[in-house]
């Protein structure tokens, strides 16, 4: 069955280190996502790809980045500079616009 | 950005209705509707192409408004599998493909 492959489940990082949280598709979406999510805040837009080798920062860029190497792949490293990191990532693709969005299962990362 | 909802909150018994509502200050091309229920990934309900449009799914049906850039979802005679958080997306005018998702409306139904 297609879908999308969020790993891993649950991240534990200290912080000031980087962390990448891995996101694979079998859908054959062109287009993928990260959204961020937070207690009361709803899904925020980190950033997302429409095409392989591009990609558009969303609300909250800031203290993350992306590659899009492979149309299937579309990790997200947290970096540093992201003052709050600890939250539950959300990856999704949709084959365009006005098709769904299928989600992953997510991952919760926590920084300590 | 990010879309409006209303209300916050909903407590229904079992049978009744509900209306969710999401705005934009911005032209709407498209609204989607999801649920998340606690600690899974948000599901699909349904798409709304163009203003008037309304599509359903089983009992939830929804309307979008261009005009009013204004988007409701509609919950009738609920069941208890209706719980849940419901989230409404809007595209980024201009974007072609990113959505916009509003803070949530969190539904529980009781027996």
């Known amino acids: 069955d297609g879908g999308i492959t969020q790993s891993p489940k649950y991240l534990f990082r200290k912080e000031g280190q980087n962390v990448t949280l891995s996101c694979e598709q079998n859908?054959?979406?062109?287009?993928m996502y990260w959204y961020r999510q937070d207690p009361g805040q709803g899904l925020r837009l980190i950033y997302y790809?429409?095409?392989?080798?591009?990609?558009q920062k969303g609300d909250i860029a800031e203290g993350y980045s992306v590659s899009r190497e492979k149309k299937e792949s579309f990790p997200l490293t947290v970096t540093s500079a992201q003052k709050n990191p600890t939250a539950f990532y959300l990856c999704?693709?949709?084959?365009?616009?006005?098709?769904?969005?299928?989600f992953g299962n997510g991952t919760r990362l926590t920084v300590t | 950005q990010q879309p409006v909802q209303s209300p916050q909150a909903v407590i229904l018994r079992e049978g009744e209705d509900a209306v969710i509502n999401c705005s934009s200050s911005?032209?709407?091309?498209?609204v989607h509707w999801y649920r998340q229920k606690h600690g899974e990934a948000p599901v699909f309900l349904m798409i709304?192409?163009?203003?008037?449009e309304q599509k359903g799914h089983d009992k939830i049906s929804a309307s979008f408004n261009e005009k009013k850039q204004q988007s409701s979802l509609y919950l009738t005679a609920s069941q208890l599998s209706y719980s849940g958080t419901y989230f409404c997306?809007?595209?980024?005018?201009?974007?072609?493909?990113?959505?916009?998702f509003g803070k949530g409306t969190s539904l529980l139904v009781t027996p």
């Open positions: 790809s429409q095409i392989v080798n591009d990609f």
């Open positions: 709304l192409l163009k203003g008037g």
């Open positions: 911005k032209a709407l091309y498209s």
């Open positions: 999704a693709s949709n084959r365009d616009t006005n098709s769904p969005l299928h």
């Open positions: 997306g809007t595209e980024i005018g201009g974007s072609g493909y990113a959505l916009n």
């Open positions: 859908l054959n979406h062109d287009a």
